[in-house]
């Protein structure tokens, strides 16, 4: 990829062109109803819709706009720019050396405020499905602290398969 930053428009396009507007407030109840059935395994349906999301997501931007790369820091660049714009998070960081990508004010969170175990899996599967899509090789991305467990932050661990 030449420069991440001449994307930039390619991706903000690409954001407003293929995406759809929901409403914040109806996801998050849609998503505190939907996890009360995560018992049932619900929560691994939504993780794969997601996944599907964002392996889509990344095909769009290669197939369309002629976005690529195969680094790692690049695609997370790539993965901040569309995080923070789909409004579904507050702040996405990440640290290369130690593979971990960082959120704060996921709406998941804010849907299921408290809990014992990581909230975030609809995240965790967009992050591997784009991951995966835009590089090319597969990967696996597990939420390993989540703020609904009190934590100043969700953090996301990815590792290559």
């Keep these: 990829m030449a420069d991440i930053k ?17 409403h914040r407030d109806a996801l998050i109840e849609g998503y505190r109803d939907v996890h009360k059935l995560s018992r049932f395994g619900v929560d691994k349906v939504l993780k794969k819709a997601a996944e599907y999301g964002g392996r889509k997501g990344a095909k769009t931007l290669i197939e369309k706009y002629g976005v690529s790369t195969d680094r790692l820091d690049e695609a997370l660049e790539l993965l901040t720019i569309i995080a923070e ?29 408290s809990s014992s175990k990581p909230v975030c899996s609809p995240m965790e599967g967009f992050f591997k499905g784009f991951l995966s899509e835009i590089l090319d090789r597969n990967f696996t991305v597990e939420e390993v602290t989540c703020q609904s467990q009190g934590y100043n932050r969700c953090v996301f661990r990815i590792k290559k398969k």
């Design 6 to 22: 001449d994307n930039i428009k390619a991706i903000a396009e690409a954001i407003t062109r293929e995406s759809v507007l929901i």
């Design 85 to 113: 714009s789909s409004r579904v998070i507050q702040l996405f960081d990440f640290n290369i050396e130690s593979n971990e990508i960082y959120v704060e004010g996921s709406i998941f969170v804010e849907a299921i405020e």
